[in-house]
């Protein structure tokens, strides 16, 4: 499994060498396309009162990262879009020398209008870091929503790059086709923790047969393949009818079937998911859903796995003040991670919010409390809390301070630690 040193760049250069090979930069002339670049410098010192997240003889260091920035927008055009940031840094540990490591980081989100109905879409995420808890790495993911399971013992670096182009073909106000393809590499340079790679294709049908009724069809064809666990191939297929009561108010039901099948001596297995939601939105800025189930895994050989599944979302968007409230439960799968550890079980609760105070300054406050049995004989309560006060004296300064303190309870005594941050952070964007 394991690649050339230089293969895990591949991928995210070649999403930067389409930019530059693109239309989005021939259609402008060139005073307004170097005006659209926009560099930044960043500082961040930050104090971290157990850096391997371990039950005991917790280690504690400070850590200066200095990041150079560059971002490249022009969403306004009207055939072509694209948000292009990229910055790369070093990151100093005053302690543990050994562990200073280079962080580039970059996002790509683009799209193109090929013909009047058919557009090309290609989004790119890369990340290097040596982070204990790797974040969610979903387009729309929240921030501090993690992977549920923990890099433990060590500062490991690894390195991630997930890119996703995707057409899409609308032959509707609402109707459309569109099929994605997704590569997900993830290498790690510690030898504990397992490299992978994930090749997706999923074909996606959106259709209103009026303005009331609403059908959604999609698949996904996984091949995945694994340094040392046996190698997969997951089929999902997911279908979905919608009845719109009026512009504010839907109701659907879902019905989602998965069949994992793995290499010997890997335990093939299916999961299926019936369920029935609510969409509402009760005002232009505050809306909700919510959405119920139950669950069956069903695997070749051992015991079923079944439980209740659900989804509630409550989402305010207002000038001053943002906030987003979750709950969520059933089941996730932990694949193409450090850990590998498949079917979980789990339970997550989760909000944040943000308010202006002053047209300067921001502050902002994030907490999640999460549930997740891997087997059957490790169940951890992981809960964490994070906030967050910025302030911008000038137009291109920003200063900011992020507190945070996240803690394990687990069946497993190694994996149970507590962990004090702090972080203050100066940007300079021009």
């Given at each position: 499994?394991?690649?050339?040193?230089?293969?895990?760049?591949?991928?995210?250069?070649?999403?930067?060498?389409?930019?530059?090979?693109?239309?989005?930069?021939?259609?402008?002339?060139?005073?307004?396309?170097?005006?659209?670049?926009?560099?930044?410098?960043?500082?961040?010192?930050?104090?971290?009162?157990?850096?391997?997240?371990?039950?005991?003889?917790?280690?504690?260091?400070?850590?200066?990262?200095?990041?150079?920035?560059?971002?490249?927008?022009?969403?306004?055009?009207?055939?072509?879009?694209?948000?292009?940031?990229?910055?790369?840094?070093?990151?100093?540990?005053?302690?543990?020398?050994?562990?200073?490591?280079?962080?580039?980081?970059?996002?790509?989100?683009?799209?193109?209008?090929?013909?009047?109905?058919?557009?090309?879409?290609?989004?790119?995420?890369?990340?290097?870091?040596?982070?204990?808890?790797?974040?969610?790495?979903?387009?729309?993911?929240?921030?501090?929503?993690?992977?549920?399971?923990?890099?433990?013992?060590?500062?490991?670096?690894?390195?991630?790059?997930?890119?996703?182009?995707?057409?899409?073909?609308?032959?509707?106000?609402?109707?459309?086709?569109?099929?994605?393809?997704?590569?997900?590499?993830?290498?790690?340079?510690?030898?504990?923790?397992?490299?992978?790679?994930?090749?997706?294709?999923?074909?996606?049908?959106?259709?209103?047969?009026?303005?009331?009724?609403?059908?959604?069809?999609?698949?996904?064809?996984?091949?995945?393949?694994?340094?040392?666990?046996?190698?997969?191939?997951?089929?999902?297929?997911?279908?979905?009818?919608?009845?719109?009561?009026?512009?504010?108010?839907?109701?659907?039901?879902?019905?989602?079937?998965?069949?994992?099948?793995?290499?010997?001596?890997?335990?093939?297995?299916?999961?299926?998911?019936?369920?029935?939601?609510?969409?509402?939105?009760?005002?232009?800025?505050?809306?909700?859903s919510a959405q119920g189930g139950y669950f069956w895994q069903i695997p070749n050989q051992g015991s079923k796995m079944k439980g209740l599944s659900y989804n509630l979302n409550l989402t305010k968007s207002a000038k001053r003040t943002n906030y987003t409230l979750s709950f969520q439960g059933g089941y996730t799968e932990d694949y193409f991670t450090a850990q590998n550890l498949g079917f979980t079980k789990y339970y997550r609760?989760?909000?944040?919010?943000?308010?202006?105070?002053?047209?300067?300054?921001?502050?902002?406050?994030?907490?999640?409390?999460?549930?997740?049995?891997?087997?059957?004989?490790?169940?951890?309560?992981?809960?964490?809390?994070?906030?967050?006060?910025?302030?911008?004296?000038?137009?291109?300064?920003?200063?900011?301070?992020?507190?945070?303190?996240?803690?394990?309870?687990?069946?497993?005594?190694?994996?149970?630690?507590?962990?004090?941050?702090?972080?203050?952070?100066?940007?300079?964007?021009?």
């Amino acid at each position: 499994m394991k690649k050339g040193k230089n293969m895990e760049w591949v991928l995210g250069i070649i999403s930067f060498l389409f930019i530059l090979g693109s239309p989005f930069t021939g259609n402008a002339d060139s005073g307004d396309f170097f005006s659209r670049f926009h560099p930044s410098i960043t500082v961040i010192e930050e104090y971290d009162d157990n850096i391997f997240l371990t039950n005991k003889n917790k280690e504690n260091d400070f850590i200066t990262t200095v990041n150079a920035g560059l971002r490249f927008s022009a969403l306004e055009e009207k055939t072509y879009g694209i948000d292009l940031n990229f910055v790369g840094g070093f990151v100093y540990y005053a302690k543990h020398h050994g562990f200073n490591y280079f962080s580039p980081s970059g996002t790509v989100n683009a799209w193109y209008a090929i013909a009047q109905n058919l557009t090309f879409r290609v989004r790119d995420n890369l990340v290097r870091s040596d982070s204990s808890r790797e974040q969610i790495y979903i387009a729309d993911a929240l921030p501090n929503q993690f992977l549920l399971p923990t890099v433990r013992g060590e500062r490991a670096i690894y390195i991630r790059n997930v890119v996703e182009p995707s057409v899409e073909y609308r032959f509707g106000k609402e109707d459309l086709f569109s099929v994605l393809y997704r590569n997900n590499i993830y290498r790690n340079q510690n030898i504990l923790f397992e490299d992978s790679q994930e090749n997706t294709i999923s074909p996606k049908l959106i259709y209103w047969f009026n303005i009331r009724n609403g059908v959604m069809l999609d698949y996904s064809l996984t091949l995945g393949n694994y340094e040392r666990s046996p190698d997969q191939m997951t089929q999902g297929a997911r279908g979905r009818y919608t009845y719109r009561f009026n512009p504010k108010t839907s109701i659907f039901g879902e019905y989602s079937f998965e069949r994992q099948h793995f290499k010997s001596p890997g335990v093939d297995y299916d999961v299926h998911n019936p369920s029935l939601g609510i969409e509402h939105k009760f005002s232009p800025t505050l809306s909700g859903s919510a959405q119920g189930g139950y669950f069956w895994q069903i695997p070749n050989q051992g015991s079923k796995m079944k439980g209740l599944s659900y989804n509630l979302n409550l989402t305010k968007s207002a000038k001053r003040t943002n906030y987003t409230l979750s709950f969520q439960g059933g089941y996730t799968e932990d694949y193409f991670t450090a850990q590998n550890l498949g079917f979980t079980k789990y339970y997550r609760a989760y909000g944040t919010i943000n308010h202006q105070m002053t047209e300067k300054m921001t502050v902002g406050l994030t907490g999640s409390l999460e549930r997740a049995t891997h087997g059957s004989d490790r169940k951890d309560w992981i809960w964490g809390i994070w906030g967050n006060a910025s302030y911008a004296p000038l137009r291109w300064l920003t200063v900011s301070l992020v507190p945070s303190y996240t803690e394990c309870h687990s069946a497993v005594d190694i994996f149970n630690y507590r962990d004090y941050r702090g972080m203050f952070k100066i940007t300079a964007a021009f």
